[in-house]
């Protein structure tokens, strides 16, 4: 049974920064390619970051270049995401999400979101 | 950036219509298309992809047909279950989102 289980999420002054973290289980991690997506009620859904299944590859939404990194750790199972210098318009409901190609494909699992609060 | 648009926002309709949903790309984006259904509180999940191929374990009331701009997502027969929030999702290039159809019970 596959299962994505994200953390990290909670309430973070602008500015500051938060990691994520998201453990995956019942697939073979490593042949997958991993996203980050966010929703909000205004935007909707929004891809943040990807990172391809050999780690080679990343791609980041232009509302988060140069302040979020996504990372991987296929030893652990697991991707993360750094999240530095914080705004308000990052709060939202932040996925992972696997998608069984090397990076950009359809995006087979998700996780059961965490919850990021921008706010001071 | 490649802008995903979806009609109607809101659709209303009864257990056992035909409903069908429309998603066009600002540019042809081939058959790298997904459809995805949203219950509230719930993470989005994968009903469709390349536009037309059904997941795995979804029912064949769902059908997916277009390719270059327009795309379509059609339910033959509306269940209880599908009322929901359907979200289309092209991956040619980058990822981008359609913002969503809300199907509710009339």
């Known amino acids: 049974q596959v299962q994505l289980v994200e953390s990290g999420g909670g309430v973070v002054q602008p500015g500051r920064s938060l990691r994520l973290s998201c453990v995956a289980s019942g697939f073979i991690f490593r042949d997958y390619a991993l996203f980050w997506v966010r929703q909000t009620p205004d935007k909707g859904l929004e891809w943040v970051a990807v990172i391809s299944y050999d780690v080679n590859n990343n791609y980041y939404a232009d509302s988060v270049k140069g302040r979020f990194t996504i990372s991987r750790d296929n030893s652990k199972n697991t991707i993360y995401l750094q999240m530095n210098s914080l705004r308000t318009e990052d709060t939202a409901v932040y996925y992972c999400a696997s998608s069984a190609s090397y990076d950009f494909g359809s995006l087979d699992y998700w996780g059961q979101g965490t919850l990021v609060t921008v706010s001071s | 950036d490649i802008q995903m648009t979806q009609s109607p926002s809101t659709l209303s309709a009864s257990v056992g219509d035909r409903v069908t949903i429309t998603c066009r790309a600002s540019?042809?984006?081939?058959?790298?298309l997904a459809w995805y259904q949203q219950r509230p509180g719930k993470a989005p999940k994968l009903l469709i992809y390349k536009a037309s191929t059904l997941n795995t374990g979804v029912p064949s009331r769902f059908s997916g047909s277009g390719s270059g701009t327009e795309f379509t997502l059609t339910i033959s027969s509306l269940q209880p279950d599908d009322f929901a929030t359907y979200y289309c999702?092209?991956?040619?290039?980058?990822?981008?989102f359609g913002q969503g159809t809300k199907l509710e019970i009339k």
């Open positions: 999702h092209q991956y040619n290039l980058y990822s981008n």
């Open positions: 540019q042809s984006i081939g058959d790298w």
